[in-house]
């Protein structure tokens, strides 16, 4: 069974400051997706990353793919309290299904 | 575009009954995913349709649990007799390509299920 461990599972910061989320599993996956969560909706999709060692950026948020395709880390610059959600990795190794992790629960203060 | 929806948004069953549970998916969108978190879990797999067909069921837990999709549309599941286990987040997400390194899977808002 493939799991994906991640890191931390609530943050709590303060408007400004920078933060990262961390996925990781002993298994190799194919590709690897973040998704945000809002209260009551369905997770959407931020970014996939395929490659070993890719990095994707999204305005504040960078994505990085681990060398090894176990990893991956999600990382916010200067957060704001827009970016307060729930942010899941999402881990796929051949087929359709997606393995998720716990999730991570971002609160961003004022 | 109209998104995946899901029917009930919320259903509150006692122990022994039963439930079905409906997705309608992104109009086009061949492969259907059903997803369940349950409390304090992750979100987990439970079977992926393409069209009408079962591509691949190895995550549902238990023939309590079946999952139709008749003429490739829209899918349901039923879950009966429902037990307290199975209270949880059910999700259900499509995708028009399968399999792919990109494929986007499109996730409804989910069913929060209340087994008493």
């Known amino acids: 069974t493939q799991l994906l461990e991640q890191s931390p599972q609530f943050l709590s910061i303060q408007e400004g400051e920078n933060l990262t989320v961390y996925c990781n599993s002993s298994s190799v996956f194919s590709s690897l997706q973040w998704y945000r969560q809002e209260p009551g909706e369905g997770p959407v999709l931020l970014v996939t990353v395929v490659t070993g060692g890719e990095v994707k950026k999204l305005k504040r948020l960078t994505f990085q793919f681990g060398d090894a395709r176990k990893d991956s880390s999600l990382h916010i610059t200067a957060a704001q309290p827009g970016d307060t959600g729930l942010y899941l990795c999402a881990g796929r190794s051949g087929g359709s299904r997606l393995t998720f992790g716990e999730g991570t629960q971002l609160t961003v203060n004022p | 575009e109209a998104g995946v929806t899901q029917f009930p948004s919320h259903s509150v069953i006692e122990k022994g009954q039963t439930v079905t549970l409906r997705c309608d998916p992104i109009?086009?969108?061949?492969?259907l995913y059903w997803y369940r978190r349950v409390m304090g879990k992750e979100i987990k797999f439970l079977l992926h349709?393409?069209?009408?067909?079962?591509?691949?069921e190895s995550g549902m837990p238990n023939n309590r649990f079946l999952a139709e999709r008749t003429g490739g549309t829209y899918s349901t599941l039923k879950v009966q007799p429902a037990e307290l286990e199975d209270s949880g987040v059910y999700f259900c997400?499509?995708?028009?390509?399968?399999?792919?390194?990109?494929?986007?899977?499109?996730f409804g808002p989910g069913t929060r299920l209340l087994v008493l």
């Open positions: 109009s086009g969108h061949d492969n």
């Open positions: 349709f393409v069209k009408e067909s079962k591509q691949d």
């Open positions: 997400a499509s995708s028009q390509l399968s399999g792919g390194k990109q494929e986007t899977q499109y």
